[in-house]
């Protein structure tokens, strides 16, 4: 029995059985049949004028429909779930395996950005994935990563902070996408060349409006940062992680570029990041023969990558192998499921779907 429809998929044209065997449905108002092949030829040109009119129609729906999801950006098109599954291979209960834009899309990065403890590991997630592993994401898992990114600028321009660390990520992106569309015809990327152009253009736009930002001082009249003693004001600047927040604090007032400019700050900040032996590498001496620990630190960081510090990460189950944010109740048969659970950083979060 040929099929008629669409392609060699589709059901093809209606049949009923009679008495006189299975005869085609040509009608269903009228309820007529095609009784021999004679009629079916007196009318092959009128059924396939409305062949080609039913395909003509049904292409330029979805065509339609097609361009109406691809305009909507910020349609989500994932789950935000409190934890998942990560499964790396066919078994009798589950088959096939959980990939990173599937663990992208299912987890709730969304919320995820708006807790001050999760923000830098989102950030420093999404940088990682814009450098190397854009390409691998699903055309939804890119859609999502960019509605995610679209979330991230709009927090920052609201709140003004963070901002340098956005500038980086935006960089990052942009100079991806632009090594990424000059291999289009490889198809490195899902989707329309012009939606990509797009996207860049809307990034070109993030990144000037961040340039444009303005820090608006608190209205509040109270106890600021100088008002406190000399050492607690030490003390808060040794929790500081990143050598460039401390030369941006000490651009603030005087007082405090003296403080930033401590000789002991720098040399504990070398000492989290990175081993002895790194430093006994990259040693430079002053002008007065001590140790330059500043000038260090910034040499350390273009040689070494710096120790990452997060409020909260995801976390790994070893015993159920499930993923989750940290503090976040799982379905667990492990007796002591805490001493199961492994913090990954961003860098273990994607490493964990390379098969």
Known sequence: MPFLGQDWRSPGQSWVKTADGWKRFLDEKSGSFVSDLGSYCSKEVYNKENLFNSLNYDVAAKKRKKDMLNNKTKTQYFHQEKWIYVHKGSTKERHGYCTLGEAFNRLDFSTAILDSRRFNYVVRLLELIAKSQ???????????????????VLKVLEDQQNIRLIRELLQTLYTSLCTLVQRVGKSVLVGNINMWVYRMETILHWQQQLNNIQITRPAFKGLTFTD????????????????????????????????????LLWKKLCQYHFSERQIRKRLILSDKGQLDW??????????????????????????????????????????????????????????????
């Not at 691998?136 to 995610?148: D, E, T, V």
């Not at 808060?236 to 927040?245: E, V």
């Not at 960081?301 to 993923?323: A, F, M, N, S, W």
């Open 134 to 152: 854009l390409t691998s994401l699903s055309g939804i898992a890119q859609k999502n990563f960019m509605n995610i990114l679209e979330k991230v």
């Open 228 to 263: 406190l003693p000399l050492c607690l004001q030490l003390n808060i600047m040794q929790r500081l992680s990143d050598g460039r927040d401390l030369v941006s604090l000490g651009q603030v007032a005087p007082d405090l570029h003296v403080l930033s400019e401590d000789r």
């Open 294 to 355: 500043k000038k260090m630190y910034f040499k350390l960081v273009r040689c070494y990558p710096r120790k990452e510090q997060y409020g909260d990460t995801l976390q790994l189950c070893r015993h159920c192998h499930i993923l989750s944010w940290k503090g976040t109740d799982h379905p667990c048969t492990a007796n002591n499921p805490e001493s199961c659970s492994v913090s990954l950083s961003p860098q273990d979060f994607i490493n964990l779907f390379k098969f």
